[in-house]
């Protein structure tokens, strides 16, 4: 595999790894009742009607049908990807919610 081609397979895997990540946000969202649309709005105003979130969204399941994703990891994948300003607003989702239901932690 020559450099082109390396850097080529280098790009598409960062693009399909930011794909789940931006799935993983969107369908945590789905199970906590959220609109994934308007916290990714709530963090980057300047990025209304994201193609990539509106994709990801299409291939999400109800609640009842979906497994669960533990904050962490959420948090995990948005912090990885760089994602600080999304993560902030996930963080004040979960103490709103913690708070809502007596939880003392963010862990489900």
């Not at 709530?42 to 990025?47: G, I, M, V």
């Not at 609640?63 to 990885?80: F, H, N, Q, R, W």
């Amino acid at each position: 595999m020559n450099s082109k081609e390396m850097e080529q397979q280098i790009i598409e895997n960062y693009q399909r790894d930011e794909r789940m990540m931006i799935l993983i946000f969107a369908q945590w969202c789905i199970n906590h009742g959220l609109d994934p649309a308007e916290l990714y709005v709530r963090a980057y105003p300047q990025q209304s009607g994201n193609t990539e979130l509106q994709q990801a969204l299409e291939l999400t399941v109800p609640k009842e049908e979906a497994g669960d994703i533990p904050d962490d990891t959420l948090l995990g994948v948005l912090s990885m990807f760089g994602n600080e300003d999304l993560a902030f607003i996930v963080t004040e989702e979960i103490s709103r919610r913690n708070q809502s239901t007596g939880s003392p932690d963010s862990a489900e």
